[in-house]
């Protein structure tokens, strides 16, 4: 089995093994189609619920390792919830105007 070789100066942007070129494609592919996808669909709920999950599901970041108690560290994590709750905000208001206007507005 191929192992990666962890190190002092051994770190490079660019995957070194088809198992991070596949991380690498992927994550690409998610940060790329949610922009593309909330403007394609005029900012719609669908288009909002899935930039929503992506964006909470960054919050990994804040507690998969060890928490570093810096001054920066909560300004970051502060501004990541404050930009997401009113990203929440945003999705929630969509949907329920939607939701509202599908009442009103028949589908045939």
């Known amino acids: 089995m191929d192992t ?3 190190g002092a100066m051994n770190f490079s942007m660019i995957p070194n093994n088809y198992y991070g070129w596949g991380d690498f494609l992927t994550g690409s592919l998610l940060g790329i189609y949610g922009a593309m996808n909330i403007r394609q ?3 719609d709920c669908s288009s909002r619920t899935l930039n929503f999950a992506l964006d909470v599901a960054d919050y990994h ?3 998969d390792g060890v928490w570093h108690n810096f001054a920066i560290d909560w300004i970051e994590l502060s501004l990541k919830v404050i930009i997401d709750a009113y990203s929440g905000y945003r999705m ?3 949907c329920i105007f939607q939701l ?3 009442e009103i507005v028949p589908w045939n």
């Open 4 to 6: 990666p070789i962890v």
């Open 41 to 43: 669909r005029n900012q």
């Open 61 to 63: 970041k804040y507690f």
């Open 92 to 94: 929630m208001r969509t």
């Open 100 to 102: 509202y206007y599908s």
